[in-house]
């Protein structure tokens, strides 16, 4: 999977370090694409100039390759081939390549699509990748079998990681709906694009998904059907797959005392169909494996496609030590994905973190829990000035760490960006996000997208808003901002009911995700968005969780972070999932008595015993 970036404002390295993620561009070349575009150019003139636009902004050595179908022969639906074989990125041999291609004859889309699939490389070593079909047509299938959708649905279906996205280059019509197929089908998207320049638009926003998709990281395991046959998985990072409709089934050894935390994130095609309420679940069980201790469900909230959606548990002692769920022994935590009929059919790729956390030192008193905002509400001080460029990660494992202060950062329609911030016991984390003011295409003045966000927990829990704030805002190409935060670090937290505060309990990097909606790509003129973070880390860094604790640092001002997005700060958040003790040998050197927590600290449970919330994703 594609890399963290290379630098601020560079794109990622691509996806070609373990061979995981590819490219295969699916050129029309029948013989209306020698028509004229309306500039006075054919179409195929625009075509190649669109394609060295895309070969130009793609990362180095990404591996892609070229098919073209209608250019050998004047009549034939057997006429499809391959004149840049999926390999390493080389920019002149691709510009090469499709310079040579004359349109001439038939439209043999489907055939294409199935030889496309085959000039795709498989992930080496069991990995998972983005491998990605992009058909460029200005008309339908002409030659019938095979169906083009049935195609489309067929290799939808057959593989994770395989996404077709379709541009109509000048269609309407039964063309356009055709391609519309395609790409529901293939767990991709359509695009569309009357002119030359939103060709080249539209071309770069696909390839650069491709190249920017989720980077994926844990050992392989692969969850059961049921309870008895499930896999025994100790603390640690996994990856496995999951398909509509389906539970998973993971083993867990639990104590009588520690805490236990499971998070789930499934990481669908952006912009793949999917409904408002499809979901994805999380639960605890003990017992028969039918009894549910704790669950969680997150839902997508919109229908413009697909994001990755995280789900996740806590099993947390009671306070009196009485439930059925604080005994010792064996637990399952539970997996279910829900889809309605017309969403993406295609297997999700699902990373799943465990951490255990030991009880606090016998004798340490907790200092009292933080339920409120105070200083961080939404009216809060937020830093100002000239933004600082950056560029955010893929996903949890490559988030761009960032200091207090203002950063720009560009994001594609369909796509989530992600970064992380550090914050001790006692502060919290509050931030805006600024979607910018954008040139528009024609007729995209009654056209809305959104903007969102999430919070989470070093744990990878989600953050609610807390009534507090709101995660998403409307976005047409004017400014639109959103408004997001945390309640301060407190241990006991966890032993509060609203689920603002009950998963803010531990110090650690806290991520931000932000998306942009796929529809943006109907509104902007520019083939990424700007967006621009706003960050503070609010209070005085405490010593440590326990009643009285010292400040350990004074709140500071804007943090430096150097061009690889580190700071001073940041750099010691580490561990599976990407929690941390940020500060702790600090504290002990100082003499303060801290009460360490043995193990790694991750999400924390948002529900009394046996609740249930719900909630949209970024």
């Known amino acids: 999977m594609p890399a963290v970036a290379s630098g601020p404002a560079?794109?990622?390295?691509?996806?070609?370090?373990?061979?995981?993620?590819?490219?295969?561009?699916?050129?029309?070349?029948?013989?209306?694409?020698?028509?004229?575009?309306?500039?006075?150019?054919?179409?195929?003139?625009?075509?190649?100039?669109?394609?060295?636009?895309?070969?130009?902004?793609?990362?180095?050595?990404?591996?892609?390759?070229?098919?073209?179908?209608?250019?050998?022969?004047?009549r034939g639906c057997t006429d499809t081939r391959l004149v840049q074989p999926v390999q390493k990125l080389?920019?002149?041999?691709?510009?090469?390549?499709?310079?040579?291609?004359?349109?001439?004859?038939?439209?043999?889309?489907?055939?294409?699509?199935?030889?496309?699939?085959?000039?795709?490389?498989?992930?080496?070593?069991?990995?998972i990748g983005t491998r990605t079909i992009l058909l460029v047509s200005d008309g339908e299938d002409n030659?019938?079998?095979?169906?083009?959708?049935?195609?489309?649905?067929?290799?939808?279906?057959e593989g994770v990681g395989l996404r077709i996205d379709t541009v109509g280059f000048q269609v309407k019509g039964p063309a356009r709906k055709q391609l519309e197929c395609i790409a529901e089908a293939g767990n991709g998207r359509y695009y569309d694009a009357p002119d030359a320049e939103a060709l080249a638009r539209q071309l770069q926003r696909s390839a650069q998904l491709s190249a920017d998709g989720y980077r994926l990281k844990g050992e392989r395991v692969e969850g059961a059907a049921t309870a008895d046959k499930a896999p025994a998985i100790a603390p640690g990072q996994y990856l496995d797959t999951i398909g509509p409709g389906e539970k998973r089934y993971y083993a867990v050894d639990l104590d009588a005392v520690s805490t236990a935390d499971f998070s789930a994130t499934a990481v669908p095609q952006p912009g793949a169909a999917v409904d408002s309420l499809d979901a994805l679940s999380t639960g605890l069980a003990h017992g028969t494996?039918?009894?549910?201790?704790?669950?969680?469900?997150?839902?997508?909230?919109?229908?413009e496609g697909a994001t990755p959606l995280t789900s996740a548990v806590s099993r947390i002692r009671s306070e009196g030590g009485s439930r059925s769920c604080d005994d010792a022994g064996r637990y399952w935590l539970v997996v279910e994905r829900q889809s309605k009929k017309g969403s993406d059919s295609a297997r999700?790729?699902?990373?799943?973190?465990?951490?255990?956390?030991?009880?606090?030192?016998?004798?340490?008193?907790?200092?009292?829990?933080?339920?409120?905002?105070?200083?961080?509400?939404?009216?809060?001080a937020l830093p100002s000035g000239d933004p600082r460029e950056v560029r955010g990660g893929s996903g949890f494992n490559d988030a761009r760490a960032l200091g207090q202060g203002v950063w720009r950062d560009r994001i594609l329609p369909?796509?989530?960006?992600?970064?992380?911030?550090?914050?001790?016991?006692?502060?919290?984390?509050?931030?805006?996000?600024?979607?910018?003011?954008?040139?528009?295409?024609?007729?995209?003045?009654?056209?809305?997208?959104?903007?969102?966000?999430?919070?989470?927990?070093?744990?990878?829990?989600?953050?609610?808003?807390?009534?507090?704030?709101?995660?998403?805002?409307?976005?047409?190409?004017?400014?639109?901002?959103?408004?997001?935060?945390?309640?301060?670090?407190?241990?006991?937290?966890?032993?509060?009911?609203?689920?603002?505060?009950?998963?803010v309990h531990?110090?650690?990097?806290?991520?931000?995700?932000?998306?942009?909606?796929?529809?943006?790509?109907?509104?902007?003129?520019?083939?990424?968005?700007?967006?621009?973070?706003?960050?503070?880390?609010?209070?005085?860094?405490?010593?440590?969780?326990?009643?009285?604790?010292?400040?350990?640092?004074?709140?500071?001002?804007?943090?430096?972070?150097d061009d690889d997005g580190k700071s001073p700060v940041a750099a010691d958040s580490s561990g599976t999932g990407g929690a941390g003790w940020t500060g702790i040998a600090t504290a002990a050197?100082?003499?303060?008595?801290?009460?360490?927590?043995?193990?790694?600290?991750?999400?924390?449970?948002?529900?009394?015993?046996?609740?249930?919330?719900?909630?949209?994703?970024?």
């Open 414 to 503: 369909s796509q989530t960006l992600w970064y992380k911030v550090p914050a001790g016991w006692g502060q919290q984390v509050r931030y805006d996000v600024e979607f910018a003011n954008e040139p528009t295409v024609r007729r995209a003045s009654s056209t809305y997208s959104y903007g969102g966000t999430q919070l989470f927990t070093p744990a990878r829990f989600p953050v609610d808003s807390g009534g507090e704030f709101s995660s998403t805002a409307m976005y047409n190409g004017r400014p639109a901002a959103i408004r997001m935060g945390s309640v301060p670090v407190a241990w006991t937290n966890r032993y509060e009911y609203r689920s603002a505060v009950r998963p």
């Open 10 to 74: 560079g794109p990622r390295a691509a996806g070609a370090q373990d061979g995981s993620s590819s490219l295969v561009m699916v050129l029309d070349s029948s013989g209306s694409m020698g028509g004229d575009d309306g500039t006075g150019r054919t179409r195929m003139e625009s075509a190649r100039t669109a394609v060295g636009a895309v070969v130009d902004a793609l990362p180095d050595n990404y591996p892609t390759g070229l098919r073209v179908y209608g250019a050998d022969m004047p």
């Open 506 to 561: 531990a110090e650690g990097s806290f991520y931000i995700a932000v998306t942009l909606g796929a529809k943006a790509a109907e509104i902007a003129e520019n083939p990424r968005i700007g967006v621009v973070l706003r960050v503070a880390v609010l209070g005085d860094v405490l010593a440590g969780p326990q009643h009285g604790a010292p400040v350990l640092a004074r709140k500071s001002g804007d943090t430096k972070v």
């Open 289 to 303: 494996g039918d009894s549910l201790c704790e669950t969680n469900t997150e839902h997508f909230f919109q229908k």
């Open 90 to 127: 080389d920019r002149a041999a691709m510009k090469s390549a499709v310079a040579g291609v004359q349109p001439k004859g038939d439209t043999p889309v489907g055939l294409s699509l199935q030889k496309a699939a085959k000039d795709l490389p498989e992930p080496r070593n069991g990995a």
């Open 589 to 618: 050197a100082a003499g303060a008595v801290v009460a360490l927590i043995a193990g790694l600290v991750f999400v924390r449970s948002r529900r009394r015993p046996g609740g249930r919330t719900t909630r949209g994703s970024a």
């Open 348 to 380: 999700w790729p699902l990373e799943l973190v465990y951490g255990v956390e030991a009880p606090l030192v016998e004798g340490v008193t907790p200092a009292q829990s933080q339920p409120e905002y105070g200083d961080g509400g939404r009216k809060a």
């Open 143 to 157: 030659c019938g079998t095979p169906q083009p959708c049935e195609v489309a649905e067929q290799l939808g279906k």
